[in-house]
């Protein structure tokens, strides 16, 4: 990718990366619909199409009242959600996932990490988080400390050696 020139580059993640960060990226100048679509838009999908997709999609992560609402005027947790909708309607082969769940209510984060879970399977993703519910799932789980990985393994594995993720998992971690 570094060899890349810089179109090549952006073809590149348009193609294959799908992203989902704590901070939305959604634009006020469009509607909800418009930035789940923009992605398919820029990779030349029919609006047939992309309407076909989101249909079920908006019913499963409850936004279908949503979509012709501006980001300006719903909630943080529903913007989180139109995000993850915008990717999974791209359906890219890697995943970048920044604290994805992190404004949405435990209630929803159980909907929606079941629908990343189904997203996540045969692909690559990289799934960056707090919330150890989020990362349980994963084939391998890296424990950073001031950028350094300290430990790695699968939830189970971390679990047994009762190092740092599992004082983090159980809320035994002391304070500094």
Not at 22 to 31: G, R, Y
Not at 67 to 74: A, H, K, M
């Amino acid at each position: 990718l570094s060899k890349l020139k810089e179109k090549e580059k952006a073809a590149f993640r348009r193609q294959h990366l799908g992203f989902v960060f704590q901070n939305f990226n959604l634009l006020d100048t469009f509607n909800n619909r418009d930035n789940i679509f923009l992605p398919l838009v820029l990779n030349k999908v029919s609006h047939k199409e992309m309407e076909k997709r989101l249909e079920p999609l908006a019913k499963e992560l409850e936004i279908e009242q949503l979509l012709d609402r501006y980001p300006y005027e719903i909630s943080g947790g529903q913007k989180q959600r139109i995000s993850i909708a915008r990717v999974f309607l791209k359906n890219p082969p890697i995943l970048i996932l920044d604290e994805a769940t992190s404004s949405i209510d435990t209630r929803t984060e159980r909907l929606v990490q079941d629908g990343m879970d189904k997203l996540m399977h045969g692909r690559t993703t990289f799934v960056i988080a707090h919330r150890l519910s989020t990362v349980k799932n994963s084939d391998c789980i890296m424990v950073l400390e001031q950028g350094r990985i300290i430990e790695r393994g699968s939830h189970d594995e971390l679990i047994a050696k009762k190092g740092k993720y599992y004082q983090l998992y159980t809320g035994n971690l002391a304070e500094n």
